[in-house]
């Protein structure tokens, strides 16, 4: 979105957003809720659980060597470890809408405005949807 200088609103099936409540799915971290049913609630697990995501967020920073990416084939300059670009979502704020039931889990209270859980996405392949055709202009900018 940098490159093109266009707006970015992320969406994606499961958690990626920092919370205190539950830790990174990837993270292989025993899941411990934070409610007022769990006696472990304390500092060190809401602190624990936001590092996985952190944590998670530099490993693949790192690992996909994005900075050379952004110079390579993007355009755009390397930034400086004090710019944190694996947090660059996070700490900007970028619109993130999650795709699963908020009965199966809810939005995180801990997460801002710009972050919703919005419910399972699913092609309409029988009813009214699947006889969609976008519009002219529409269809031309999704091919490209």
Not at 11 to 18: D, E, G, H, K, S
Not at 43 to 60: G, K, M, P
Request: a negative charge.
């Amino acid at each position: 979105a940098s490159a093109l200088g266009i707006p970015l609103h992320m969406a994606f099936p499961q958690p990626w957003t920092p919370t205190d409540e539950y830790p990174h799915p990837f993270a292989n971290k025993s899941f411990e809720k934070n409610d007022n049913t769990v006696v472990q609630k304390t500092a060190s697990l809401h602190v624990s659980n936001r590092y996985t995501y952190q944590i998670f967020d530099e490993l693949t920073w790192m690992g996909l060597q994005c900075n050379r990416w952004r110079e390579a084939v993007l355009n755009l300059p390397k930034l400086r470890l004090t710019e944190r670009g694996a947090h660059l979502l996070n700490d900007l704020k970028v619109p993130f809408a999650y795709m699963w039931s908020k009965s199966l889990c809810p939005k995180a209270p801990d997460w801002g405005p710009h972050v919703d859980v919005v419910g399972t996405l699913l092609h309409d392949t029988i009813g009214a949807g699947a006889e969609y055709q976008p519009d002219a202009a529409l269809a031309a900018f999704l091919q490209g």
